[in-house]
């Protein structure tokens, strides 16, 4: 059974960081590019960032890039969002995903297996 489990959410000021982590099981977590996303109520599912299944091959948002970095430990089934520089429009609800090819891509229908969120609130 595939788990994606998100951590590191939480409320944070304008202007500060954040990292989120997602800890996967249950799948050859190597052999796929994995991305994050977000959501708010009333929004689809937007893309923030991915990455191929080596680590090498990166994609972002331009709402993100040059804030966002995005990175895995494939030795122990890691993803990793680090946020700088957080506005108040980052705030959402953050999904890790498994894309169901190695190459880390931009839209969600693409991903087989989601985590179920993890929540950030960027005050002003």
């Known amino acids: 059974q595939v788990q994606l489990v998100e951590s590191g959410g939480g409320l944070v000021q304008a202007g500060g960081s954040l990292r989120l982590s997602c800890a996967a099981s249950?799948?050859?977590?190597?052999?796929?590019?994995m991305g994050w996303f977000r959501q708010t109520p009333g929004k689809e599912r937007e893309f923030v960032a991915a990455?191929?299944?080596?680590?090498?091959?990166?994609t972002y948002a331009d709402s993100v890039k040059g804030r966002f970095t995005i990175a895995r430990d494939n030795a122990k089934n890691m993803l990793y969002l680090q946020m700088d520089s957080l506005k108040p429009e980052d705030t959402a609800i953050y999904y890790c995903?498994?894309?169901?090819?190695?190459?880390?891509?931009?839209?969600?229908?693409?991903?087989?297996?989601w985590g179920q969120g993890t929540r950030v609130t960027v005050s002003s």
């Open positions: 995903a498994a894309d169901a090819d190695p190459s880390g891509r931009r839209w969600a229908h693409e991903y087989a297996y």
């Open positions: 249950g799948l050859m977590f190597g052999a796929h590019g």
């Open positions: 990455v191929g299944w080596s680590g090498v091959s990166t």
